[in-house]
Nanobody, 125 residues
């Protein structure tokens, strides 16, 4: 599956932003989807993941209550709604996909084999 992320930009602290990730192919509904981010000088970090049906989600503690991952299996798209953004949310955000036969989401980069190109999110204080 090929992934195309979009929606990044510059936003003031406290503001919202929504990222989108469009997947190619006809088997999108068989892929768990995830968002990772990488800040300058830091390692890539797991942000959120969603199961193939959308019934199970997983978040890193630092974004719980602020970010929401969702998916539309008709539009082959995964979203990351980010609210109450903080300067520490700044980074390049990557979407990732992994073929699944269960509702397992995953939360480590090694569990996802397909990656998008990344979209920059910058939160100003």
């Amino acid at each position: 599956v090929q992934l195309q992320a979009s929606g990044g930009g510059l936003v003031q602290a406290g503001g919202p932003l929504r990222l989108s990730c469009v997947a190619s192919g006809r088997t999108f509904s068989r892929y768990a989807m995830a968002w990772f981010r990488q800040a300058p000088g830091k390692e890539r970090e797991f942000v959120a993941a969603i199961s193939i049906s959308g019934g199970s989600t997983n978040y890193v503690d630092s974004v719980k209550g602020r970010f929401t991952i969702s998916r539309d299996n008709v539009k082959n798209t995964t979203y990351l709604q980010m609210n109450s953004l903080k300067p520490e949310d700044t980074g390049v955000y990557y979407c990732a996909a992994s073929f699944r036969v269960s509702e397992y989401t995953g939360n480590s980069a090694g569990e996802f084999r397909s990656w998008g190109q990344g979209t920059q999110v910058t939160v100003s204080s």
